[in-house]
C-alpha cells in the first residue's frame, strides 16, 4: 500500500523481534475478533431484576442532573411532555426526529405542543427522541444514528426529552452491544449520561456547554401492569 | 510548540509564585483525589477491572500490527479512510491536503493531545485554514496562545477573571460593557459564540480515546459534545489518533471506559462516550460525508519491545498529574511541553529526546502516588528511574552532582572507611549545631537552608557508639 | 516470649546512623523487648538508593551486594526506614533481575527484610507498648513505606497502645513531604514549597508533636517547622514506641546546656 504504511507496520514488528503473525496466531486472533466475549461486568445493575434495573437506570440518571419521569401508559407521554414544558416555562414548539419508536404516541392529544418531525435545526430549543437502550449501571442513553434519527438532534436543541421503554432498560453496556450487534453498525452510537457540562472555568459545574443544558426522560414503565 | 522542558527549574521557580496559577492548583489538589475516591468506593469490582484493562491493552501491544491492520480493513469496507503517519509532518500534511480537497475555510476541533503534538493549529493557520478550538478549555489557552496544563483540563491554570479578561479582549462583537463575573455567564457567552463556528464549519477535527479493531469505530470521550457537534455538522470527520490507541471489540473497550472516568474526574460515565464509524450511510440525513483516521507513529512503535512499552497503555485520563505532589505545586506549563506530570515525564523524553526533556523524570521524589492511582497500573516511576539510567550513562547531569554520587558512592562501599569519616563529620557537624541542634545555612547546601533549618547530627555515628558499647560489653 | 530469640540484624540506615543515633538504639530497646537478639553488622552504610535512583546502576549494584553480604543468615533483618526498606526488600531484586545468583540471594534476604514497625506489629503480632507519652501526635506515612511496604495502620495501632498520647490524624498524611532524597537537592525550590504545605497541614491539627518512620522526611519537616518557628516537638517513631523520648531533644531542637 503505502510507504509509510509498510515502515510502521515493519517497525512494530521489530521491536516486538518477530515478523509478521503465523496463520494459526491470525486465526486464533480472528476468532476472537468475531466472537467477542465479555469481560467482567459489575454486579450493580447485573445482579438485579428488572424492574429493579429501571429503578437503578433512573435513580442514576437524575445523579447527573437528568430529571425523569415515569408514566404508565404510552397515552401518558403527551401530556408528560406538555406538562414538563410548561411547568419550566419552556417553548412548546419542538422537533421530533422521525423515529418510528415515537410513531404510536397519540401527540394530538396535547395539540398545544407544535411539533415538528425531522432533523433538528440551530433554532429548534426543544428536541424530542426516542434512544435505543437505556443503561441501569451508570443511568445512560444509548441511541443510534439512522435516517430516522439524525445525531445532530441529539446536541443541538437546549432541551433534550428522550422517551425510554422499560423493555429497553438494560443492565450494562454489554447488554447494549449484544442488542446493537443484532442490526448492522450504525454511524454513530452516543452514549448521554446527563446534560451536557464543563469544569473548566475554576472547576465549577456547569451544564449546558455545547449540547443540551437540560435533558428529561420520559420511562413508559410498560412493565409496571404485570 | 517549542518545548521549553530544558527550562524546567525556571519554569518551575515562576510557576511558584504565579498567584492565580496557585490559587487555581489549590482547588485541584484535593477535589480530583476526593471525586476519584468516592467513584471507586461505588464499584467494588474497581480493581478487578483495572487488571482487566491492563490485561487488554497488554495483549493488545503485543499485537499491534495485527489490531492496526484489522482496523483498517473495518474502516474501508465501511468507506472511511485511514492514513499512516510516520512524523509530526507527515500527519500535518495529510491533514492539510484533506482540508485543501474539500476547499475548507474553518475547521473545528474536537480536543486532541496529538494535535498539540504536531502543532497542527499553527500550521493549517499559516496554511490559509482557521481551526477553532471547541473545548472550552481549549478554546480559552488557543485564544491566549497558550498550550494547555493538564491533558483532560486544558486551562485549569487559570482563574476566571483571566478567562473574562480574554473574552473581552477576543469577542469584540458584544457589549463591551457587559457582566461577566461569573462561571454561568462565561460559559453561555462561549456556547453562543462556538455554536456559530460549529455550524460554519468545513472540516471537523477530533482525537479518539479509542480506536475499535472489531468495528473500525473510533471513540471519544467528552462532558461537553463539543466533539459531537465537530464531527456531525461538518463534510469530513478527521480522526488523530496514535498507534496505540487500538482495543480489540466493543466489550474490550467497555471495559476500559469503566476505569477511564471514574479515574479521571470521579465521575460514573463521561457526559458524551461517541462511537463514530465510517462516514454518514447513503441514508442518514446528518453525518459527515467522509471519514479520515491519521494514525501517528511519532516513536509510538519503537517503544515496542524496550522498558518503556508499558507507557503505550496511558489512556490519558490524568489521574497521575491530578495526584502528584510536584504536579500540584508548580502546573502543567513548567513541564515545558504538551504531556505534564508524571506521565509527560516518562513520555516526553521519548518523543523530543532525553536531552531537552531529562529534568521531568529528576523531578520526582518517586513517592509512588500516580503509579498507585493509574487506572492501567503503569509502572511510572520505575519508567522515570529507567530515564535516569539513560541519563546517568551519557552523563548529561550536572558535574558537581555526579562526583559528589561518585563520592558517597565510594565511601560507602568501603565501610571502614566510611565509618572513620562519618565519626568525624558526625562530631563536626554536632559541636558546630551546638545547642541550637540546627544549622540556619550550611556551605553546600544553601538549596536546602534557603528555606529550611538543617538538624544537626546527634554528634556521634550510631556505629561508633555501638562499636564501644560492644568494646565495653553493654550489647550482644 | 519464643524459645529460641529470633536472630535479628539491624540495617540502621545512612541517616539514623549519621543524623539520630537515638532511633537506632530505640530500634535495638523495642526489639529486644519483644524478645530478639540483635546483632548490627558492622560493614554496613548504606542501602544504594542515592546510586540507584540517580541512574547510577553499577555503584546501586556494587553497595547492594554488600549489603546483602553483611546480613546474610539473620532470620530477619529490620530496618527503621521505610525508604531503605523498600529498596531492600523491591528494589534490589529488580536491580538484579539480570544477574540469577545474585537475585536468589537479593530474593532470600528481602524476604527477610522489614520496616521495623511492620515488624513489630506483623510478623511479632506486637499489639502493644509499655511506654508513656504525653501529648498530642500526628502521623506523617513517608511514602515508600506506605505504597512499598504497607505500613499505614500498624504505627497507629502501636502508638494507640502508648499512655497519655492521643494521636490526631493529620489531613493529607500520604502526600509526599518533599523530602525523596536526591530530589531535595536537585529541585530545593519545589521540595521547599512542598514541605511548607506539609507543615501548614501539620500545624493545623494543634498536635505539639509530629511523628514519623523516615529520618529523611523527619529532617525535612522538622527543618522547615523550627525555621517557621513552630512549636512542634518532632521524632521518629521508635523514639516514643521505646519509651526513649525523654533522653533525647527533638529533632531540630536544642541540646540541654553543656557544663
Known amino acids: ?226 | 510548540m517549542q518545548p521549553t522542558s530544558h527550562a524546567f527549574k525556571e519554569n518551575a521557580r515562576e510557576a511558584l509564585g504565579n498567584a492565580n496559577l496557585q490559587k487555581a492548583l489549590t482547588l485541584m489538589r484535593s477535589g480530583f483525589p476526593e471525586r476519584r475516591a468516592a467513584a471507586i468506593a461505588r464499584l467494588p469490582e474497581f480493581e478487578a477491572l483495572r487488571e482487566e484493562a491492563k490485561a487488554i491493552k497488554n495483549h493488545v501491544l503485543e499485537h499491534l500490527d495485527f489490531y492496526l491492520e484489522t482496523f483498517e480493513q473495518q474502516v474501508t469496507a465501511r468507506g472511511g479512510q485511514v492514513h499512516w503517519c510516520r512524523t509530526p509532518q507527515e500527519a500535518r500534511e495529510t491533514v492539510l491536503a484533506i482540508c485543501r480537497r474539500l476547499d475548507a475555510k474553518t475547521v473545528t476541533k474536537g480536543k486532541t493531545m496529538i494535535a498539540e503534538e504536531i502543532a497542527l493549529n499553527d500550521y493549517l493557520e499559516e496554511n490559509g485554514v482557521t481551526p477553532v478550538e471547541t473545548d472550552l478549555g481549549e478554546y480559552i489557552i488557543q485564544i491566549r496562545k497558550e498550550y494547555p496544563s493538564h491533558v483532560i483540563a486544558p486551562a485549569i491554570h487559570l482563574v476566571k477573571e483571566q478567562v473574562a479578561a480574554s473574552f473581552r479582549a477576543t469577542h469584540t462583537e458584544l457589549d463591551p460593557n457587559r457582566r461577566l463575573e461569573d462561571a454561568p455567564t462565561l460559559v453561555a457567552e462561549a456556547r453562543a459564540v462556538l455554536r456559530r463556528k460549529f455550524l460554519a464549519a468545513d472540516v471537523g477535527i477530533t482525537g479518539a480515546n479509542f480506536c475499535i479493531a472489531e468495528t473500525g469505530s473510533t471513540i471519544i470521550v467528552t462532558n461537553e459534545g463539543n466533539g459531537d457537534l465537530t464531527q456531525t455538522l461538518t463534510k469530513a470527520h478527521i480522526v488523530l489518533a496514535s498507534l496505540e490507541k487500538l482495543v480489540p471489540t466493543l466489550e474490550d473497550v467497555s471495559t476500559i471506559l469503566r476505569v477511564l472516568a471514574r479515574s479521571a474526574t470521579g465521575q460514573e460515565f463521561s457526559t458524551y462516550t461517541t462511537v463514530s464509524t465510517g462516514p454518514r450511510r447513503p441514508e442518514d440525513t446528518d453525518g459527515p460525508g467522509e471519514f479520515h483516521v491519521v494514525f501517528l507513529d511519532n516513536g509510538r512503535s519503537a517503544m515496542l519491545g524496550t522498558e518503556f512499552q508499558d507507557m503505550l497503555r496511558c489512556i490519558r485520563c490524568g489521574a497521575c498529574m491530578n495526584h502528584c505532589p510536584v504536579y500540584a505545586t508548580v502546573g502543567g506549563h513548567a513541564y515545558g511541553w504538551v504531556y505534564p506530570g508524571p506521565m509527560g515525564a516518562v513520555l516526553t523524553p521519548t518523543l523530543v529526546g532525553v536531552a531537552e526533556a531529562g529534568h521531568l523524570p529528576n523531578a520526582s521524589t518517586f513517592c509512588g502516588r500516580c503509579e498507585s492511582v493509574c487506572p492501567m497500573k503503569i509502572p511510572l516511576p520505575k519508567m522515570m528511574r529507567h530515564w535516569r539510567e539513560r541519563e546517568f550513562e551519557k552523563q548529561l547531569s550536572p558535574a558537581a552532582y555526579r562526583y559528589g554520587l561518585k563520592l558517597w558512592a565510594f565511601f560507602a562501599s568501603h565501610p571502614p572507611l566510611y565509618q572513620a569519616a562519618t565519626a568525624l563529620m558526625t562530631r563536626l557537624l554536632g559541636w558546630f549545631g551546638g545547642p541550637r541542634g540546627r544549622f540556619r545555612s550550611l556551605p553546600l547546601a544553601q538549596g536546602w537552608t534557603q528555606g529550611r533549618d538543617m538538624p544537626a547530627p546527634e554528634g556521634r555515628s550510631f556505629m561508633s557508639l555501638w562499636a564501644e558499647r560492644r568494646k565495653n560489653g553493654d550489647a550482644a | 516470649m519464643p524459645p529460641v530469640p529470633i536472630r535479628v540484624g539491624l540495617f540502621v540506615t545512612c541517616l539514623v546512623d549519621l543524623f539520630r543515633p537515638s532511633v537506632g538504639f530505640a530500634a535495638v530497646k523495642l526489639l529486644e523487648d519483644a524478645g530478639c537478639s540483635v546483632e548490627v553488622p558492622a560493614a554496613q552504610t548504606c542501602c544504594g538508593q542515592p546510586a540507584y535512583n540517580s541512574g547510577d546502576k553499577a555503584d546501586a549494584k556494587t553497595i547492594a551486594r554488600q549489603v546483602i553480604d553483611a546480613f546474610d543468615g539473620f532470620d530477619y533483618v529490620v530496618v527503621p526506614s521505610g525508604s531503605c526498606g523498600g529498596m531492600i526488600k523491591q528494589h534490589y531484586l529488580e536491580l538484579f533481575a539480570d544477574e540469577p545468583a545474585v537475585y536468589q540471594r537479593a530474593q532470600h534476604l528481602a524476604q527477610r527484610t522489614y520496616e521495623l514497625v511492620s515488624f513489630l506489629a506483623d510478623v511479632l503480632k506486637l499489639e502493644r507498648v509499655e511506654a508513656r507519652y504525653d501529648g498530642v501526635a500526628t502521623y506523617h506515612d513517608s511514602c515508600s513505606g506506605l505504597r512499598e511496604l504497607g505500613v499505614k495502620h500498624q504505627p497507629r495501632k502501636l502508638l494507640a497502645s502508648v499512655t497519655g498520647l492521643s494521636l490526631k490524624e493529620l489531613p493529607g498524611a500520604e502526600i509526599c513531604c518533599g523530602f525523596g532524597g536526591t530530589f531535595c537537592i536537585k529541585y530545593p525550590a519545589i521540595s521547599d514549597r512542598m514541605v511548607a504545605d506539609k507543615a501548614a497541614d501539620i500545624v493545623a491539627t494543634g498536635a505539639d508533636t509530629l511523628l514519623a518512620g523516615d529520618m529523611g522526611c523527619l529532617l525535612n519537616m522538622a527543618g522547615k517547622l523550627t525555621r517557621l518557628g513552630k512549636d512542634v516537638r518532632v521524632r521518629h517513631i521508635a523514639e516514643v514506641l521505646a519509651g526513649m523520648a525523654g533522653e533525647t531533644p527533638p529533632i531540630g531542637a536544642g541540646r540541654p546546656e553543656r557544663g
Not at chain 1, 32 to 46: D, E, F, H, M
Open chain 1, 1 to 226: 500500500m503505502s510507504e509509510a504504511r509498510d515502515q510502521i507496520l515493519g517497525s512494530i514488528r521489530r521491536s516486538l523481534k518477530r515478523g509478521p503473525l503465523e496463520e494459526t496466531q491470525r486465526a486464533g486472533l480472528e476468532q476472537r475478533l468475531a466472537a467477542p466475549r465479555r469481560n467482567l461486568v459489575p454486579a450493580r445493575a447485573a445482579a438485579l431484576p428488572h424492574a429493579a434495573q429501571i429503578d437503578l437506570f433512573l435513580k442514576m440518571a437524575e445523579e447527573v442532573q437528568t430529571t425523569v419521569m415515569r408514566v404508565a401508559r404510552v397515552g401518558d407521554v403527551p401530556a408528560a411532555v406538555a406538562d414538563y414544558l410548561s411547568q419550566r416555562n419552556l417553548p412548546s414548539r419542538l422537533v421530533m426526529t422521525p423515529d418510528p419508536q415515537l410513531d404510536d404516541i397519540p401527540w394530538g392529544d396535547r395539540p398545544m405542543l407544535e411539533i415538528r418531525r425531522g432533523r433538528a435545526e440551530d433554532r429548534d430549543q426543544v428536541g424530542v427522541t426516542a434512544c435505543f437502550a437505556g443503561i441501569a449501571e451508570t443511568g445512560t442513553l444509548m441511541l443510534v444514528s439512522g435516517p430516522e434519527s439524525p445525531t445532530r438532534n441529539n446536541f443541538l436543541p437546549e432541551t433534550h426529552i428522550v422517551v425510554v421503554r422499560g423493555k429497553q432498560v438494560v443492565a450494562s453496556y454489554e447488554e447494549g452491544w449484544t442488542r446493537l450487534r443484532e442490526k448492522a453498525m450504525p454511524r454513530t452510537v452516543n452514549f448521554i449520561t446527563g446534560p451536557s457540562r464543563t469544569g473548566d472555568i475554576e472547576q465549577r459545574l456547569e451544564l449546558g456547554a455545547h449540547g443540551p443544558r437540560r435533558l428529561h426522560i420520559v420511562l413508559i414503565d410498560d412493565e409496571a401492569a404485570s
